[in-house]
């Protein structure tokens, strides 16, 4: 079992590529789910904004759970359907493929968004429907849990 991780840092460009490198005794899945959470931070809350990035085991201890905290609790995430003209919007596409299950937990000044990443990668056969977030809606409910 590895360590917990925990990197403060400010979301910039240049901050993907550092956390890819920090995770990189983490699998693939982990790394890019990490740094798809970091990078809608950039683009919807903004260059520059303070995060915190924890990578934990999961409560079943089959799978790997990773938080990205911010301090803004109103610009949650949207799972998009993007079609392929667009050059941006799959963010949150590839963190639900990636992901066992994935949600927003809301708290006064800030938010965690988080997804857990099986042993195995994303296996989305595992997951249940109802542990799948819905393809149009915003997390609004603290402590979303599946």
Known sequence: ??????????????????????LREHDHDVRLCATELLTNVI???GEGTPVTVRVVAGADRDCTRIEVTD???????????????????????????????????????RKTVWCEVGSNGGSPGARSLHERPPADTRFSTPGRQA
């Open 71 to 109: 301090p803004d609790p109103r610009a949650v995430p949207v799972l998009l359907a993007a079609p392929e003209t667009w050059e941006c919007g799959r963010g949150m596409a590839l963190v639900d493929a990636l992901a066992e299950r994935w949600g927003v937990d809301q708290e006064p000044g």
């Open 43 to 45: 683009d919807h809350v």
């Open 1 to 22: 079992m590895r360590a917990p991780f925990e990197l403060k840092l400010l979301a910039t460009p240049g901050a993907a590529p550092e956390l890819r490198h920090r």
